[in-house]
Structure formats: C-alpha cells, structure tokens
C-alpha cells in the first residue's frame, strides 16, 4: 500500500488535514503545537490504496518526547511515496520551515507537494510567494478547516502515487483496544506485540495522547491493536487536551470486540480500574485485565495477590461470573501470547449462537433444580421459551407466563447456569424478561 505523509512543524494543521483527507476523527485536534506524538495512521478517503500518516510536529529538541516524536516522523518521511509539506499562511515563512524542507529533501526522494495551510481568509495571509524558497515548486493554497483547496492535492496524488488494488482489509480482524490508567505499561505492550518500538514509551504519564490504530497479525489471528491515552479520574484532570484524549480512549471500547485493561501489578488495584471495567462490562464487550510487571511482584504475595483481585472484580460485577484476569509482563513478554491466545478463544466463543434447543434445555433443568420464588402477587413464574436473540453482550430472552416481577437474585442463578454450562464465565451476558401472550386475550 502506497504511503503518503502529512509533515510540518507543530501546530500548522495536520492533524485537521488528517481528519479531512481520511474522512475520520481519529487524529486529536487543538490549538495548542505539540499535541499529535505518536504516528496516526489510516486511509485517504478518496483513494483506499493509500495509507495516510499523521506525524508530529517537527522540532529541534534533542532530547525528551519531542526528540522521539520528530525522529518517528523522520521515519515515516522516509518511507513515503509522496509528502505533504504543511506550512502556516498566516505567520509566513519561518526559519524552522526552511530547517525542516532541508531535512525532507535529504530524507526521501519521493515527490513534496507544498501546502499553504489556513489560507480560507486572504487578508491574513503572508506573502505566499516567499514559501517558493522551500524548494518544493508552487505553493498550494488549501484550508483544512474549510476542507478547500483539495481539489490540488487529489491531483498530485494521481500524478504521483500509480492507482493499486487496495488490500483487502483482513475479514473478521479483531479489534482489541488496551485500555488503563497512565503509566501502567499499554504502549509497552502494544509495542511487544508489533515487536517494534512503533509506540513512544517513557516513564511518565500522559506519553500518549491519540488512540493509535494498527493492524497487526499476532499469534496466528488478524487484529487491530488500539494503544489508548491513559484515563484518570476526571478530579485530577485539568487539561482539556486530556480531556479528548480521555473521550477518545472511551469511544475505543464502543468500536472494539475485546479490552485489555492493563493494571500495575505492583500497586493496589484502584477505583478508577474498576470504573473503567464497568463501562467495558455495559457496553458487552469482552474484557481481559492484564496485571503488568508481573515479575516485579515478590514470589510469596503473587498467589494472595491474585486471589484478592479476583475477589474484589467477581464482587463489583455481577454481569460477569468469572472475570479473566491474567498476569503478564509486557517489558520482558513473559504470559502475553497466552493472553491473546485467551482472548481469541472468547472472542470466537461471543461471535457463536447456542441451538436454542440446548438453552431451553438448560433453563429448564436450573428452574427444576431450584423453582423461581412467587410474585408479589403470590403468582408462580412460569418459563414458556427462551432463546439467544443477541451478542456482546451474549442476550437470552426467556418468555414467561405469570409472574412478571422476577427478583434479580433469581436471575444472577440463571445467568451463572448458563455460563457455566455453554462456557460462557468469561463473558457478559444479560437476560430479558418477555411476557407471553395469552391466547385466550
């Protein structure tokens, strides 16, 4: 797949012309430079052979997150099939401009196109006939706000980048989102997985900000990994750049099948883990907690450490019977294959529907084992029917004659039976209630 890259110093509009040029949201947008750190990858909407990449603001630090952001767009620069070049139409040509069209003629040999961005208002415009000292040839005048102008840049891409078939996007990939708090370990193990250092890793919080998606095949299976900004309680949030990253982190666990929510096992489990498993369990998806640095954990706490934390899940959701919790480490690879190897066996699980012939079976041998209490009414329930009617999370609808009023304690009994026995302890399941028609109305 041809590869064309946005790149510019920071806060010029690239990530807008991501989002306009891709037809998504996926690159976070704002005021402020320096907000895009990791590469954001994706589709140019118009041309499906072409994979667009957003890359950092280009800087000259030499050292920190900024010096890793830039080096990872110098890396995407350099295995372009074409670039684009964005530069500010309202400050005009600035030296860090010229440092950088230096360093992009070095880099690649793959065809520039130059693109005067926020041009929408000509009256705050430069003098645009200075950016042809960039060496790129003329300047395009485009507003990615605006989404004008790109009529230029569809035509360069045509002239330069030959029409392929696009690749198929890979059927039935899983998407797993790795979800925590910040600093627990996620790019690290998103990292493990690429087996390369695709994602910034530092040891300090608030490292990544978008949600970074990648298509990756790992263990046998096609996935797409989504590598989360961390989440903390919104008492400690006092950046609105954090608070889109945070949006951006819960809209992950809607668009994918399974989350790994990635814990310090070395650290107490707290009430911002757990609020995030709430959302993961309501929204049905399939949730594996994954206890990082594993290995840091003294030998003789691992056991009753383990217990606890299993304790404290079955205790704080009754949805799930069994919750899957595993113990990793991400930085040495230590229990991250059995991880996903678990991961695709529940997700093959969810995807499946169970004869109803064998749910009726089983709701009516858990009603004979142990009969439903009366109604307020002093009425008995009555079970007609029931049947699978959905997935994530596995839904069984049982129609009843009779009582109407049925205690929750009754139906976490029924949810455990059938867990336990269509080997569904791992997922989230809900039971509605229907009531059946009278014949006789």
């Not at 369990?281 to 030998?299: F, H, R, S, T």
Request: proline share 5%; aromatic share 6%; charged share 25%.
């Amino acid at each position: 797949m041809a590869k064309i890259t946005i790149a510019g110093r920071p806060n010029t509009g690239k990530s807008t012309l991501f989002n306009a040029l891709s037809g998504t949201r996926d690159a976070l947008v704002h005021d402020r430079p320096g907000v895009t750190r990791d590469t954001i990858r994706g589709t140019l909407s118009a041309r499906p052979d072409c994979e667009l990449c957003d890359t950092a603001g280009l800087e000259r630090e030499k050292n920190g997150i900024a010096a890793d952001s830039t080096n990872m767009a110098i890396d995407a620069i350099a295995a372009s099939n074409a670039v684009l070049f964005v530069v500010d139409g309202r400050t005009g040509l600035l030296p860090e401009d010229m440092d950088w069209a230096r360093m992009v003629r070095r880099k690649t040999r793959a065809p520039v196109l130059l693109l005067v961005n926020k041009s929408e208002s000509g009256r705050r415009l430069g003098d645009v006939h200075e950016f042809y000292k960039l060496g790129f040839g003329e300047p395009v005048l485009i507003s990615a706000e605006h989404k004008t102008g790109f009529d230029a840049i569809y035509e360069f891409i045509d002239k330069n980048v030959p029409v392929t078939t696009p690749v198929a996007e890979a059927e039935h990939r899983i998407k797993i989102a790795v979800l925590g708090q910040p600093n627990v370990g996620k790019s690290t193990l998103v990292n493990r997985v690429l087996g390369e250092n695709r994602q910034i890793v530092k040891d300090e919080p608030g490292v990544t900000r978008d949600t970074v998606k990648i298509p990756v095949k790992f263990y046998g299976r096609d996935i797409l990994l989504m590598d989360t900004a961390g989440l903390r309680r919104k008492s400690n949030v006092r950046d609105d750049v954090e608070t889109l990253s945070a949006l951006k982190s819960l809209d992950a666990i809607d668009r994918a099948d399974a989350v790994i929510l990635v814990v310090d096992a070395t650290r107490d489990i707290e009430n911002q883990a757990l609020g995030i498993a709430a959302r993961v369990y309501d929204a049905g998806k399939i949730l594996c907690v994954a206890l990082n640095k594993w290995d840091l954990v003294e030998p003789e706490m691992r056991d009753e450490k383990l217990l606890k934390l299993k304790h404290h899940f079955t205790n704080s959701f009754h949805q799930i019977i069994k919750p899957m919790i595993l113990a990793i480490s991400a930085e040495r690879g230590t229990g991250v294959q059995n991880m996903f190897k678990r991961i695709y066996e529940q997700c093959d699980i969810s995807n499946a529907t169970a004869p109803t012939s064998l749910i009726n079976k089983i709701i009516g041998e858990l009603v004979a084992s142990r009969q439903p209490p009366m109604s307020r009414l002093k009425r008995p329930m009555k079970i007609k029917f029931a049947s699978q009617t959905g997935h994530h999370p596995m839904r069984i609808t049982i129609n009843v004659g009779g009582a109407s009023d049925i205690p929750e304690s009754y139906t976490r009994y029924l949810r455990r039976g059938l867990a336990n026995a269509l080997k569904w302890e791992h997922l989230p399941i809900t039971i509605e209630y229907k009531k059946a028609d009278n014949p006789f109305d």
